[in-house]
């Protein structure tokens, strides 16, 4: 890719230095990969098994016990109500993991029905909703979260429509694109000389092209909408204090921090980088078999 | 150095905000569109607990005074009209006129955010380079690790666990504000000293994103073919990397600069909340808990005029720094 040491330009005794670094970069790509399947499978086991097996009341609270440093007893120490911090994590994780997936999933459905509706009709229409889609993308999107949360009253749904609403248009910009370079294709020429209609070749020959990087923007989004949600709830303008998610945890936990008891906000946010920098090794992975053309490209 | 094209750039200014009109438009309509389809009510915004035990003819008067009963695209449309002229109305939280508020936090913000973003230029280029010069070292991979994780990490717990170390800890810089508390003066040295927690954890939060496409950029241009005729002339290292790879691989960086305003304002409002820094932030909180319409649709415009103006920015430096590109066919 870009290797510029003296070696590498140097002919034939490069080489094996080539092969060997090539065999290197594959196989740190493979743990990196098993590493993000394994700790995404951890946290998704965690999720969904530890709140209905572990019979652990996560708000039970126990003054005698508030503050406490890490031990054995609580490995993520407790808050200052004597609540364990472990599981508040865990809830706080299923919650923000839920909210994500479920403003993910929202925003990639109207992304792709925009983004597939506006390639269909074509001409004015598409050039006015893409135009839409650039005007509204120059808003940055916690201020506009912020503003819809703000008028709705802040709370689950609220939060879930907020993310959505301004997370949608970089998928129709992704579906259209892709809409776009499938159109040539011979069999959508076939479908065409066919007499199929517009709507026939969309529905049938254009959308199931493009799920895969539909799909694979919905996985980039989850972090991208759970980390709107821990940030809205950080502010106050989320899901209420009691709940716990990720952002009212470390919200929460300001209060202690001031008063020097750093791990009641360290936790939540390791718990907000785990799953982030999993999904991202993921969908590296993932993106590198759909085009391995673009390896070299960033996903930030 | 030649000297610049003034013409050519306040033309392309000129049609950028010619450009920005009619997004304008569309945002502050949808902005009005939101509020009308919410079920928040105007009066009571405005009215706080003071409207709860008025009679009818006193609602309905404030009602008319408000312009409530008519339909939202009138509202918005003399809100614009209004916004035109310089009245943004008045700020039912803060009691005094929007563009007051706005005025005297706006200088806050800037400044956080202008120093924010030039550390993060200067380190992130600096670190970019290194790791690109010398691929899959223990330096490059460090710094790229690092940059990875801190992009995963939320901006505001950075923040708060910034504050416990140097604050708390090692009681190396204040915790927040913008003086010391007590103080009554406003004095230079005092601002900078409070300034530097957050201007430098809104520099880490931008740091990764920089230091990556710089990475990419310098790397990718280093195994280009004027590099290669370059190493081939025998020139020297130095020259190489200054001269011919920084050059090119630095260009797709500034186009960058631009689509990353949103990203900066976002961040700047996190770390503001988080150090109580007197900016535009605190004001968006307190809009937002307390609904207050007029100075949030404020807000959303004015972040859109920056982000609007960032991507002109970008523009500018791009044609001014690429010889290939011209202004006016940006």
Not at chain 1, 16 to 37: D, E, F, I, Q
Not at chain 1, 39 to 45: Q, R, T, Y
Not at chain 2, 5 to 10: D, E, I, Q, V
């Amino acid at each position: 890719m870009t290797d510029t040491g003296p070696g590498a330009t140097a002919g034939t005794e490069a080489e094996p230095v080539w092969r060997s670094r090539g065999a290197a970069r594959r196989s740190t790509r493979t743990v990196r990969l098993y590493t993000s399947v394994t700790l995404l499978a951890a946290v998704v086991l965690a999720v969904l098994l530890v709140p209905p097996v572990v019979q652990l009341d996560q708000q039970a609270v126990d003054l005698s016990a508030k503050l406490l440093p890490p031990s054995w007893e609580h490995p993520f120490g407790t808050d200052d109500v004597g609540r364990d911090l472990l599981l508040r994590c865990v809830y706080g994780l299923r919650v923000s993991l839920l909210v994500g997936v479920a403003a993910a999933l929202t925003a990639t459905v109207i992304g792709t029905a925009v983004g597939a509706c506006a390639r269909a009709l074509g001409g004015w229409a598409d050039r006015g909703v893409m135009r839409l889609v650039d005007t509204f993308s120059s808003v940055p999107h916690l201020l506009l979260g912020i503003f819809i949360v703000a008028m709705f009253r802040p709370g689950v749904w609220p939060v879930v429509i907020s993310v959505a609403l301004t997370h949608w248009l970089s998928t129709a910009r992704i579906v259209r694109a892709e809409v776009l370079s499938l159109r040539s294709r011979p069999y959508v020429d076939a479908a065409v000389s066919g007499g199929a209609s517009r709507w026939r070749v969309t529905v049938r020959h254009l959308l199931p092209g493009v799920l895969p990087q539909a799909a694979l923007a919905a996985v980039l989004m989850i972090p991208h909408a759970m980390w709107h949600e821990s940030a809205l709830s950080f502010l106050g303008l989320g899901l209420p204090t009691h709940t716990a998610s990720l952002g009212t945890l470390v919200q929460s936990a300001r209060g202690s921090l001031l008063a020097g008891q750093w791990w009641p906000t360290l936790f939540p946010g390791l718990f907000i980088i785990v799953p982030t920098l999993a999904i991202a090794g993921l969908a590296g992975a993932w993106r590198e078999r759909l085009n391995p053309r673009r390896r070299s490209e960033l996903m930030l | 150095m030649t000297p610049l094209p003034w013409g050519a750039m306040a033309r392309l200014a000129g049609r950028r905000a010619l450009h920005a009109v009619p997004v304008l438009f569309v945002v502050t309509f949808g902005v009005f569109a939101v509020a009308d389809a919410s079920p928040f009510d105007p009066v009571k915004a405005y009215g706080g607990t003071a409207v709860l035990g008025a009679d009818q003819e006193t609602l309905d008067r404030l009602r008319t005074n408000l312009g409530v009963g008519e339909p939202f695209a009138v509202r918005w449309w003399d809100w614009l009209t209004r916004a035109a002229a310089g009245d943004l109305g008045d700020s039912s939280v803060m009691r005094q006129p929007v563009a007051e508020v706005i005025g005297e936090r706006l200088v806050w913000s800037a400044l956080l955010c202008a120093a924010a973003f030039g550390v993060a230029v200067l380190v992130g280029t600096l670190a970019g380079v290194l790791a690109a010069r010398s691929p899959g070292s223990w330096f490059d991979r460090t710094v790229t690790s690092l940059a990875y994780s801190l992009e995963a990490a939320p901006v505001f717990w950075v923040a708060l666990l910034a504050i416990w170390l140097f604050a708390l800890q090692w009681d190396l810089l204040p915790a927040g504000g913008l003086t010391d508390t007590g103080d009554e003066q406003v004095s230079a040295g005092q601002v900078l000293s409070n300034m530097v927690l957050p201007a430098g954890v809104l520099a880490v939060a931008q740091l990764p994103w920089f230091m990556l496409y710089v990475r990419q950029g310098v790397g990718d241009a280093l195994a280009e073919d004027p590099v290669r005729g370059a190493r081939a002339r025998g020139l020297s290292e130095r020259t190489v990397l200054l001269g011919h790879a920084l050059r090119s691989g630095l260009l797709p960086v500034l186009t960058l600069i631009g689509s990353r305003v949103p990203e900066l304002i976002t961040g700047a409002l996190l770390v503001e909340s988080v150090f109580s820094w007197p900016g535009i932030a605190a004001a968006t909180v307190e809009a937002a808990t307390s609904v207050d319409f007029p100075l949030l649709a404020a807000l959303t415009t004015l972040a859109t005029v920056a982000v609007l103006a960032g991507n002109l920015l970008a523009d500018l430096l791009y044609g001014l720094s690429d010889p290939r590109v011209k202004l006016s066919e940006l």
